[in-house]
Every structure is written in C-alpha cells, then in structure tokens.
C-alpha cells in the first residue's frame, strides 16, 4: 500500500526510556486490529451494549472515517482506542482490541498508561474547549510531552513543545506558548490540541469531529494540515464525522456505523460510487451538494433508535425503504462482501 | 421598493462594551419579497447574527431603519421595537437543546407562545398548539412527555411549531440545522420548505453553509467583519463571486 508509515516512527518509539511496552509497527500487521469488538455496561444485571458489534482493522499509515448518526457508537468505539472507556462507566464487554501489538482487550488503567499517548493521538469531541484555560499552552504542551514521567529535562521539553508548534504551523508560535487558551482562536486551539496528541509522535491520529465548530475555510486549513501532518510523519488516521465530505477528503476507507453496528465498511470511492448498504445510501443522498433546488431532499425517516431499544433483525430495517420480511428477524446481519466493499445488509444486491 | 415584506436599509448595529464599541453591522441593506428566501453567510464574527437579531427585535439598530410590511418597526426613528409588528417576524435559533426549556413539557413551549400572542379559551390553545405541532411532525404523546427523550431534529420542529404560533409574516432562521446530524437536517430543511410554501412565508436563512444557501434561496449576502462583500442573485454570486473572500469561502467548501 502506498500509505506505509516512515520507518521513524518505529525506532523512535523503541528508544523511549523505561521498560515501556514496546509500540510495533510491523508494516504487514494491522496496526489496529478490532474484532467483533462490544461495548457496553451492566444495567439491572444484564448486558446494555453501547457497541455491537464492530469488526475493523487498519495497517500502519491507514486512513479510516467512521460515519453515522449520534448515538450511533462513533464516539465510544473511540474512547475504547484510548483506555478511557472507563471514565464514562463502560467497558470492553466481547471481541477483542488489538493495537500496536497488544492485546488491550482486558486491559486496566496500568496497562494503558505506558501506552496510551504513544499508541494513539486523540483528539476528542468538542476539542475547542479542552485546553485548560487557566495553563499557557506550554504547560500542557510539557504535560502531554510526559514531562515527569519520562526521562526528559525541562530545557529539552521546552524544544520539543516549540517544536509541536511548528509542526502544526501555529505563527507566531514563541508568543503562542506563553498564551492561555481565551488568547486563541478556534481554529489555533484545534491546532494546539491537535499538537498536543502528536506529542509522543504516536503512529495513529484519531480525531472526533475535528471541525464541526469551526468556520468553512478554518475547517479548510485544519483539513489540509491534517492531510499535511499525515505525509509527513506517515502516520494512520481514524477520523470521526458525520459529514461525508470531509471524511472523504482525508480518507481511503470509510466505516458506516449503524445502531452501535458496522453496516458498510470499504474503500471510500468504491462506497462513494457503489453504497450497498440503504443507510449509507440514504446518507449520501441526503447530502446538501447533491440537492437540487425546489426538490425535497432524500431525508431518512424517523429516528434512530435509542441504546437499548435496538429493534428485533437489522437495526436499520424500521426506517429502510428496501426492507423485506427477513430483514425483521434474527439478529444484526454480520458484514459480508458484495461489490467489492463490506456491507450488513442481506438485501444488498438489490440496493440501487 | 413596493411590495417587499422586508426592507432594511443601511443597517447599522454597534455594541458597545465598557472599553470598545464593537461595529457588528456596518451598513446593510435588504429587500425581501413575499415568500422569498435570501441567504445571510459569513464566518464567525461576520455579523450575520446580528442581523438576525437585529430583524426580530433583540439588539436594536445603532442607525438605519427595519420596515417590514411597510411599518417601520426598529430604527433611527423608531422608539424600540414597534409592538404591533412583532407577531411578523420570528425567530429560529441555532441550539434546540439551548433554546427550548428543559423543564417544560414541548407542548407547554408552543401553548404558551400561543397564549401570548392570541386571546383564545386555554382548550382552544392547547388544540391548536396539538394541531402545529402534528403539522411539524410531533405526536401528541411527545408533546406531552419530557423533553429529554427527544432528539435534536425532533426539538428543532417544537422551536418551529413555537415560532409559528402568531402566524408570522417572517422567519429568520439563524444556522437552523448546524447542530444536527445530516439525515436530521435534510428532514428540517424538507419541513421549512414545506412550510414555506404552504404559509407564503418570507424566509431570512442565517448559515455558514454555501450548500444550504444555494440549496434553499433565491438572494444571498455574503458577509465579513460586519461589512456586506457582495450581495446579489445566489446563483449568480455562488458561480461567478466577484470577490475575492466570497472566492475563498467558495474554495473551501467541500463538495
């Protein structure tokens, strides 16, 4: 594949200090590897599954969008490639989650903390306000490099975290380490954040809907720094949106979830071109671009079903225009390859 | 001029603050036919909010004049928002989980608008306001139940059904669909239009979405720093932008 990471990244990693697990990148392995992956929480001794179930894997320097609606589980599979699933109560509850050569499935806050930031850069949802406005942004330039817990003097620390700076191409950047986060607009705040989840130059950027706030042409300059930082330091990305636009602007696979569920999953112009699954359709079609004027646009009726309430069959089926008998039976359909792509929808071959 | 519902000329809004006077709006002019739409775009701090503001009574004009069916309804001249004229021209807002009250039952947030605008028995009112909000999509058991269990789209109809309670003359809708998934606002722009139709309203459409103007209106204003860059036919601005921001702003939408 042509998206294979620099050989930098792996030998970087491998000099850190410590006895810290070591971060593979094996450019035949996938980097990150989710199979049939669940998420969810114990409600009134049962099983609630936030995530089910979602099969994925990304070799290094890989590009992956995931698309859905809210609620849809975008943001909690997310959370579980960071360990931080257990800040919000829930949990890893079947399949298995593989990255950068460790099984995490299982593990604890010990486990994921010599990993974490090395592993993969996060930049949650919402990001704008996730500087802490009373810390310069060097504080928390210096706190995401891991100063105090890796062997690093405060001098070298203080170079690096300049030179974050420049790789997100803030200007006036010397000024920029000594401000507070009112100081910025909203677009340089992204940049920070985006600079503070590159601090341990980790092989994989997972970005939650990096410019929903943002204006159209910030939205621009971050989208194509994104593309810029990617051929630079060959690093992967995951990119969360819900606008189909941008994830196809930085992505070459897209991941359509569904009620917690992959529905369609494959190369993004294959998808772009050829949707097999009636959501991912309706979706594309619902798009703004596509509309014409004094026309209705393709809208999806009703709503999307709440964690919990996840109808009998395919989950879609209630709101699906194609749906048939056997498509309100049994359970979720699993992926299977139609057309080239991934999709869970047994009527697939009919989709138009 | 005859014949526009609303006509805005050399609108001026200034906040002024303890240390600066901020120029949000710095001469705008706007005439809007019956049942026509006109686009409002810009980035952050352009402005284009507080036109919005502006046109339903919220911030008074600095200088300049609103008139909308004729009357002068907010300007140099007038003193405040002209009352009678209010009922005209209502509003939209951004947020749905902002703007309605987390508190109150959907149906007590349109039954209440009703109440406040027309004189009529409380079952008369709370028929009618069953009756918008079935028109916007809304059961009568969500009506009744929380606000809680409903989704942004789904809010985004009760602050529709309220806005048209008084039978308004004008909405100004300002970035009615951003916090909403695509599906969901591809089915609120279906309803505005809808409704659009079925009511003759005039509708002021506030986005930063090149695609939803382009979609949705017949006139834009493009908006920057509080000055008007261009102004004209959407198609002819959106195709051939003489300016070079409106150029930029084109650039960087995505298909």
Redesign the interface.
């Known amino acids: 594949m042509a998206e294979l990471p620099g050989a930098g990244l792996a030998t970087a990693q491998a000099a850190a200090p410590g006895t810290d697990p070591q971060i593979v990148v094996d450019p035949r392995k996938p980097y990150l590897d989710v199979d049939h992956l669940q998420i969810g929480l114990q409600r009134d001794g049962l099983p609630l599954h936030i995530v089910d179930t979602v099969t994925v894997s990304l070799l290094p320097g890989a590009s992956l969008g995931i698309v859905g609606?809210?609620g849809s589980g975008k943001t909690m599979l997310c959370r579980s490639f960071t360990g931080t699933l257990g800040r919000y109560g829930v949990g890893i509850t079947g399949g298995r989650l593989s990255i950068a050569g460790h099984d995490l499935t299982n593990a604890r806050e010990k486990d994921w903390r010599p990993i974490r930031g090395r592993a993969v850069g996060y930049v949650p949802q919402s990001s704008l306000a996730g500087l802490n406005p009373v810390l310069t942004v060097e504080t928390q330039l210096l706190e995401a490099l891991g100063l105090g817990s890796r062997t690093l003097t405060k001098a070298q620390a203080r170079i690096e975290a300049r030179q974050l700076l420049d790789m997100v191409k803030i200007p006036r950047a010397d000024a920029v380490l000594h401000e507070r986060s009112h100081q910025l607009s909203?677009g340089m705040r992204q940049r920070v954040m985006i600079a503070a989840a590159l601090a341990l130059r980790p092989p994989l950027l997972v970005l939650d809907e990096p410019t929903t706030a943002l204006?159209?042409?910030?939205?621009?300059e971050i989208?194509v720094l994104i593309r810029q930082l990617r051929e630079e330091l060959g690093m992967g990305l995951i990119l969360v949106s819900?606008?189909?636009?941008?994830v196809?602007?930085l992505c070459s696979q897209v991941m359509t979830m569904y009620a917690g569920a992959t529905v369609e999953i494959g190369a993004s112009e294959n998808i772009r071109s050829r949707p097999r699954h009636p959501y991912t359709n309706?979706?594309l079609h619902?798009?703004?671009?596509m509309?014409?004027?004094g026309k209705?646009?393709?809208?999806?009726p009703g709503?999307?079903p709440a964690v919990g309430a996840w109808p009998e069959g395919c989950r879609f089926w209630p709101r699906c225009s194609s749906a048939a008998d056997a498509c309100r039976t049994g359970a979720q359909p699993a992926p299977r390859l139609v057309d080239g792509h991934l999709t869970a929808c047994i009527r697939a071959e009919d989709v138009t | 001029m005859a014949g526009n519902l609303i006509e805005v000329t050399d609108l001026h809004v200034t906040y002024r603050t303890a240390s600066t006077d901020v120029l949000a709006v710095r001469g705008l002019n706007l005439t809007v036919g019956a049942g026509q739409s006109t686009g409002i775009v810009g980035?952050?701090g352009s402005g284009k909010s507080t036109v919005a503001k502006a046109l339903v009574g919220l911030v008074p004009p600095t200088s300049g004049s609103i008139r909308i069916d004729g009357d002068l309804v907010a300007g140099e001249r007038a003193k405040g928002y002209h009352r009678g004229s209010r009922w005209k021209v209502q509003m939209i807002f951004q947020d749905p989980y902002g703007s309605l009250d987390p508190r109150q039952q959907p149906l007590d947030a349109v039954l209440e608008a009703i109440q406040h605008w027309r004189k009529l028995s409380k079952a008369q009112a709370r028929t009618e306001a069953l009756d918008l909000l079935k028109s916007v999509g809304i059961t009568e058991r969500q009506a009744t139940s929380g606000l809680r269990a409903l989704?942004?789209?789904?809010r985004q109809r009760i602050s529709i059904a309220r806005a048209l309670a008084p039978s308004p003359q004008v909405l100004v809708a300002d970035e009615p669909t951003s916090s909403l998934?695509?599906?969901?606002?591809?089915?609120i722009?279906?309803l505005l239009?809808r409704i659009q139709a079925e009511r003759g309203l005039s509708v002021i459409f506030i986005s930063?979405?090149?695609?939803?103007v382009?979609?949705?209106t017949e006139d834009v204003i493009v908006m920057k720093d509080g000055f008007v860059v261009e102004q004209g036919p959407t198609d002819q601005v959106l195709h051939h932008p003489t300016q070079e921001y409106t150029q930029?702003?084109i650039?960087?939408?995505?298909?």
Not at chain 1, 296 to 300: E, T
């Open positions: 609606e809210s909203g204006d159209v042409t910030v939205q621009y989208l819900h606008d189909l636009a941008v196809e602007f309706a979706l619902s798009r703004l671009g509309a014409e004027r209705d646009l393709v809208a999806i709503e999307s | 980035e952050s989704s942004g789209g789904q998934d695509q599906s969901a606002q591809a089915a722009l279906n239009r930063h979405d090149l695609g939803l382009r979609y949705l930029r702003l650039a960087s939408a995505l298909a």
